[in-house]
């Protein structure tokens, strides 16, 4: 599949009930993870329990690539390489969980008391605290300069003369 990012990409991303995440080992082997998402401007987010593989693998190495995928994780679109970071700002994370409620409203709330069942009924312990991942599409190489300048990239047009 063909690695791109642009805003067409990611417009598309929004549609789509998963994305497949690929996160690297230490080793540099990638792990594929088929996950619920939302996007939310140029940012995707994720949640995840805190102890999960992927949580910790981002921890060591933030470089990630997504693209969309069916429930199972087969690739149907193309991927876009980012950036990933543990969201720790909690109206960042309010955010998220805001919007992954409003997309997946029925389905988390069905995991949800699943969850608190079979907990309740196992006496097992307690439920993994939850982290929202945050995905920050990489920039596209800047055509004539082989990288966008960083003014650029911050938004800041340069300056005529």
């Given at each position: 599949m063909?690695?791109?990012?642009?805003?067409?990409?990611?417009?598309?991303?929004?549609?789509?009930?998963?994305?497949?995440?690929?996160?690297f080992r230490?080793?540099?082997?990638?792990?594929?993870?088929?996950?619920?998402?939302?996007?939310?401007e140029n940012t995707v987010y994720i949640y995840s329990d805190a102890t999960a593989g992927k949580v910790k693998r981002i921890h060591n190495n933030p470089q990630v690539q997504i693209a969309v995928c069916t429930m199972l994780g087969k690739v149907i679109g193309?991927?876009?390489?980012?950036?990933?970071?543990?969201v720790t700002n909690p109206q960042e994370q309010a955010r998220a969980?805001?919007?992954?409620?409003?997309?997946y409203w029925i389905a988390r709330r069905l995991l949800g008391l699943l969850y608190g069942t079979s907990r309740l009924l196992h006496r097992s312990k307690p439920a993994e605290?939850?982290?929202?991942?945050?995905v920050m599409p990489a920039l596209p190489p800047y055509p004539e300069y082989?990288?966008?300048?960083?003014?650029?990239?911050?938004?800041?047009s340069p300056a005529t003369e």
């Amino acid at each position: 599949m063909t690695t791109q990012t642009s805003p067409i990409t990611l417009i598309a991303l929004g549609k789509q009930k998963y994305i497949n995440l690929t996160t690297f080992r230490r080793t540099g082997a990638a792990v594929d993870t088929p996950v619920w998402f939302v996007r939310l401007e140029n940012t995707v987010y994720i949640y995840s329990d805190a102890t999960a593989g992927k949580v910790k693998r981002i921890h060591n190495n933030p470089q990630v690539q997504i693209a969309v995928c069916t429930m199972l994780g087969k690739v149907i679109g193309p991927t876009v390489t980012g950036v990933a970071r543990i969201v720790t700002n909690p109206q960042e994370q309010a955010r998220a969980k805001a919007a992954l409620d409003a997309k997946y409203w029925i389905a988390r709330r069905l995991l949800g008391l699943l969850y608190g069942t079979s907990r309740l009924l196992h006496r097992s312990k307690p439920a993994e605290p939850i982290v929202y991942l945050a995905v920050m599409p990489a920039l596209p190489p800047y055509p004539e300069y082989g990288e966008m300048p960083a003014a650029e990239a911050a938004g800041i047009s340069p300056a005529t003369e």
